[in-house]
């Protein structure tokens, strides 16, 4: 029998987070602090608009762009909450959340061989969607002393004349990192002047601890070379839900459109009612939310520092990154002992990118007591280790 499989698919390797989770399942009194979810059920006057829109018989397939409601109400937040501007009609689409819309993107943006700079680490989605949309992925190694932002020079150093991309992946998964006003000044200018776009995943633009989240597709000249992704997982407690969107130049978006429909036909149409409801009433949720998600980061980050773990401070998102190089081990042998005699799962930093290499990921997604319980267990842990000078 000849070979069933597509050898692209079958080069690309499972996810690096999955496996501790699989492990991690099997196992009695284990706690996990590795998956990027908020730990708070969805606000209930959101979840009753989706339980009204069933009620009311609203199960058909809405356009393939999605709700002219919901297009016009994301508008309205990007506007009031980031201040750029975009038509619904023409520059909005509703995907399967945002991970959906970054798969689309690229697809709809890349021929053979165009090259997508990667900052890294960052989201594991990128460089697979990148290889499937026939993309050649070029990370951009960031530093922990630069925080883990992009600076010129790192971007410079990788674009070539077969350059076509930039992800921006801020605030940042796994690194909790951010770009402020300043950084993405002069990232913006490197753009303009290589001719490249930017896909801006903003998924995390709300939990933002230092100042107010800024997009790159606010600064002049920007917002035709940008698609700006974000969704609802993770600022209202989403998840499940399954809601993302795109806002990009009809030009791209008309193509990204084109994929949508033959591949998805429409997002789901209760989560769109819902996130309806998200949009024009949930802020006093986001920020009650993002108040307990800081009250846990400056706690887990003091608490790491205590145990002599060296640790950048994160001002975004809900994940700290931790150093573990002094401890002598690899990440992957780190998470593997400490799931094993301890019974805590965290993310080996290689997972995100080789430059992890050296650091774990912890969420933060959890409350305080769980964080409590399982640092007892890392403090247990790490006394146990020969440190390494």
Not at 189 to 216: A, R, W
């Amino acid at each position: 029998m000849r070979n069933p499989l597509n050898d692209t698919i079958s080069a690309i390797p499972p996810s690096g987070i999955r496996k501790f989770f699989d492990i991690v399942s099997e196992m009695k009194d284990a706690i996990s602090l590795g998956v990027g979810e908020p730990d708070f059920d969805t606000p209930w006057h959101i979840r009753d608009e989706g339980i009204y829109s069933l009620e009311k018989g609203r199960t058909f397939y809405t356009s393939n762009a999605g709700l002219k409601e919901l297009k016009i109400e994301i508008c309205r937040y990007l506007k009031r909450r980031f201040d750029v501007s975009y038509d619904y009609q023409h520059e909005v689409m509703v995907t399967v959340g945002g991970s959906e819309a970054i798969d689309i993107a690229l697809r709809a943006m890349l021929d053979p061989g165009d090259e997508v700079l990667i900052p890294q680490p960052s989201y594991v989605s990128y460089t697979p969607c990148t290889i499937l949309a026939g993309g050649v992925p070029v990370p951009i190694e960031l530093e922990e002393k630069n925080q883990f932002r992009l600076t010129k020079e790192k971007l410079l150093e990788k674009i070539t004349p077969k350059s076509k991309i930039l992800i921006m992946p801020f605030p940042n998964n796994p690194t909790g990192s951010i770009m402020e006003a300043e950084d993405l000044m002069e990232i913006a200018k490197v753009v303009e002047e290589k001719d490249l776009f930017v896909i801006s995943d903003e998924i995390y633009s709300e939990l933002t601890y230092k100042g107010q989240h800024c997009t790159i597709a606010a600064f002049p000249g920007m917002k035709e070379r940008t698609v700006l992704i974000n969704g609802f997982s993770k600022s209202y407690a989403m998840t499940g839900w399954r809601l993302g969107y795109a806002c990009a130049p009809e030009n791209i978006l008309s193509q990204m459109l084109k994929i949508h429909q033959f591949a998805i036909m429409c997002a789901p149409t209760t989560s769109q009612y819902a996130a309806v409801e998200a949009l024009r009433n949930g802020d006093g949720d986001v920020a009650e939310m993002k108040e307990a998600y800081d009250q846990r980061r400056r706690f887990l980050v003091k608490s790491l520092r205590d145990m002599g773990f060296d640790c950048y401070v994160p001002q975004g998102a809900f994940y700290v990154f931790p150093s573990i190089k002094k401890f002598g081990m690899t990440s992957q042998e780190f998470a593997l002992r400490l799931l094993e005699e301890e019974k805590v799962a965290v993310v080996p930093g290689d997972a995100f990118g080789a430059c992890g290499e050296g650091y774990l990921r912890i969420s933060y997604a959890y409350s305080l007591e769980d964080l409590k319980r399982a640092l007892e267990r890392i403090e247990r842990f790490v006394k146990r280790l020969e440190v390494k000078e």
